[in-house]
């Protein structure tokens, strides 16, 4: 469920008329997602998502809803934020910022096979460079500063082994960061939390070979971060066995390989890249044990089961990715 607030149809149609959408015909409550009140919006021009969102503030909410115009501008397929007569995209329903974007087409494929990673790894890449005259900056305030303040929290509520891999993985996370080649990674916007359930596919015409990548949604965890985050934490979730959290090295050489034909890795990129895939895995660790032992009051949330990244990051520890040249012959 959804729909925390309840929007009528009247209310709808006044924004829609105000965005010059036209008339809203209809408006459906979404059942998925957890954060946010979601509908669907039917108006003479076509199918939008209007957005209340519940915990994201007025400040906030630029930097994610201008990104999305930004890459939608540049051809990435991502849901695109109307703007009202004044070029603003953020709009206010019953007191609570509000959002209007395009609906993608299609739905998630939560059993991703070779070929969908290789779709979401080149468009990832498109993304990057899409977003590198990207002109608002926020940092990613789910990075290493908040992992820092966070951990202490949730220690106490680990067993010893638990608490000393948390530790450890973080003093080594701090190490990595403060090394040359970390300064050396390239950066700009990343998605940051782009998982199977926040991508869309469509079917395709008919006779079209391979799934169709008809979009990447949900950029609230958005910000300024190395690229080489984003690509890991898309290895550590559309790459791996979900049940054991081992790496599948087929659709990991697939999705490389396809980010790659876009934008070819750096050295300090290539070196880095295990450090960073257990750097994805500790950072969903951290919020997942956040999310579970301390709910926020008036809680909306459905806590993810945190020993999943545990999981993860035991095997990204014990079992470093092979080296990419030696990936390439699984692809
Ligand atoms: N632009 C869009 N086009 C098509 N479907 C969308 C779009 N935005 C959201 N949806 C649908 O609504 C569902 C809920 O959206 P979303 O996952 O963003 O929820 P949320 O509550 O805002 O965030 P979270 O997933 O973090 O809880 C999605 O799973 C998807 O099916
Ligand atoms: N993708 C996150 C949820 C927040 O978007 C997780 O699986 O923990």
Known sequence: ????????LEEAQALSRELGLGEASA??????????????MSTVEGEYVLTLFERLSFEQLPYYLYLMKHLAQRGIPVPDPVANRDGDVLHTVQGKPASVVTRLA???????GVAHGRAVGAMLARMH????????????LRGLAWWN??????????????AALLQSELAFQNHVAASSAYAA????????????????????????????????????????DTWLF????????????LATGATDAARTAAFLQAYESVRPLTGPERQLLPAMLRAGALRFWISRLWDFHLPRAADMLKAHDPSHFERVLRERVAHPLADIGQLAVCA
């Open 230 to 241: 984003d690509l890991a934490v898309c290895l550590n979730d559309w790459c791996i066995d």
């Open 106 to 112: 299609g739905r998630s494929e939560l059993a991703p």
């Open 149 to 162: 303040e966070t951990v202490p929290v949730v220690k106490p509520y680990l067993d010893p082994p638990q």
């Open 1 to 8: 469920m959804a729909v925390y607030t309840k929007v009528s």
């Open 129 to 140: 460079l899409a977003g590198r005259d990207f002109n608002r900056s926020q940092p990613n």
């Open 185 to 224: 990674l390239p950066r700009g916007p990343v998605h940051a939390d782009l998982f199977r359930d926040n991508v869309m596919f469509d079917s395709g015409a008919d006779g079209q070979a391979g799934p169709v990548l008809s979009g990447f949604f949900d950029f609230y965890f958005a910000g300024d």
């Open 27 to 40: 408006l459906r409550g979404i059942e998925g997602g957890i954060e946010n009140t979601n509908y669907f």
